[in-house]
């Protein structure tokens, strides 16, 4: 099936669910904008196009029912005015966040919108021109790419970041086991990061974000390349990260969790006004 016929017979399971025509227009384009930048052909990246239906439809049947009971706690991530240019480009202007202890906050927007800027400037990875981030806690951060070490066999990778996150080496080891797991992954004891597939690298990222359990977690599209079943498992882990108390910033281009963040950091909005 080519991706245009899946996404034609995505809209119609969507319609059959009774999802409404606006949030089907937006589900179906924001997929196809994934598999545009992936390039996976669509049953991997989502299963059959009556699966996927199925589980927008689930994901979108109202508001998370735990969010009046949850506890929020204190702010973990305050972000202020920040504004980035690259040359004359203005990519943030005047960008405020503030997330607490137990919520989930969604960046998104266009492609080139400034989502990976904003996560890189709430990293402190890059500089802003003005704007302040204060981060109260301990952070960990999934980039879109990269972030592993080309040579490094995965637990190699735990003992390294769980060393700067004072785990020894077993707890860092058993810690990023069991986070692999729950992603419905065993980490190979003898391949290096370079032989894993895509989607494999990105859980091995986001394992290491996960390791020493920080306050506030950073995640960039981190489903690149999962398949259905992981990227449901992976929002699963988003839901369980939260209700232990983490203040996660997740940046996505699939708005079929929308209703269940806290709140939704729409870039797009802050590029067109500036
Ligand atoms: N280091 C850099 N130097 C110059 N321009 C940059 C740099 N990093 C990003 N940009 C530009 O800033 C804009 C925002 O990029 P960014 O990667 O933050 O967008 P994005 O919303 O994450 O995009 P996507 O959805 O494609 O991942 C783009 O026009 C990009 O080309």
């Known amino acids: 099936m080519t991706d245009d016929a899946w ?21 179906v384009a924001e997929t196809a904008a994934h598999l545009r930048d992936s390039g996976e052909p669509a049953v991997r990246a989502f299963g059959t196009p009556r699966e ?23 702010v973990r991530l305050e972000v202020r005015g920040v504004t980035k240019r690259y040359r004359r480009r203005p990519v943030l202007t005047g960008v405020d966040l503030t997330v607490r202890a137990g919520q989930v906050a969604a960046v998104v927007g266009a492609n080139g919108a400034g989502k ?27 980039p879109q790419d990269g972030g592993t070490s ?3 066999f995965p637990d190699e990778h735990f003992a390294l970041v769980g060393a700067g996150r004072g785990l020894s080496r077993p707890d860092a080891r058993r ?14 004891r003898s391949t290096q990061a370079r032989h894993l597939s895509g989607g494999t690298r990105q ?14 977690l950073l995640l960039d599209e981190p ?11 992976f929002w699963h882990e988003v839901w369980r990260w939260r209700d232990a108390g983490t203040a996660i910033v997740v940046v996505t281009h699939l708005l079929n969790q929308l209703d269940r963040v806290d709140q939704v950091l729409d870039l797009t909005r802050a590029e067109a006004a500036a």
Do not use: I, M
């Open 7 to 27: 996404l034609a017979a995505l809209t119609g399971e969507l319609r059959r669910h009774q999802v409404g025509p606006d949030l089907t227009a937006h589900v």
């Open 52 to 74: 996927y239906a199925a589980a927008v439809a689930d994901s979108v049947g109202g508001p998370d029912p735990s969010r009046a009971a949850r506890p929020v706690g204190p």
């Open 116 to 142: 990976s800027t904003f996560l890189r400037v709430c990293a402190g990875l890059t500089r802003p021109d003005r704007g302040t981030v204060r981060v109260y806690g301990r952070l960990g951060y999934c």
């Open 150 to 152: 080309e040579f490094l």
């Open 175 to 188: 810690e990023g086991r069991a986070y692999a797991a729950a992603l419905d992954w065993t980490p190979p």
């Open 203 to 216: 859980k091995l990222n986001l394992v290491l974000a996960r390791l020493g359990a920080p306050d506030v």
């Open 223 to 233: 489903y690149q390349g999962f398949d259905r079943g992981t990227y449901l498992d």
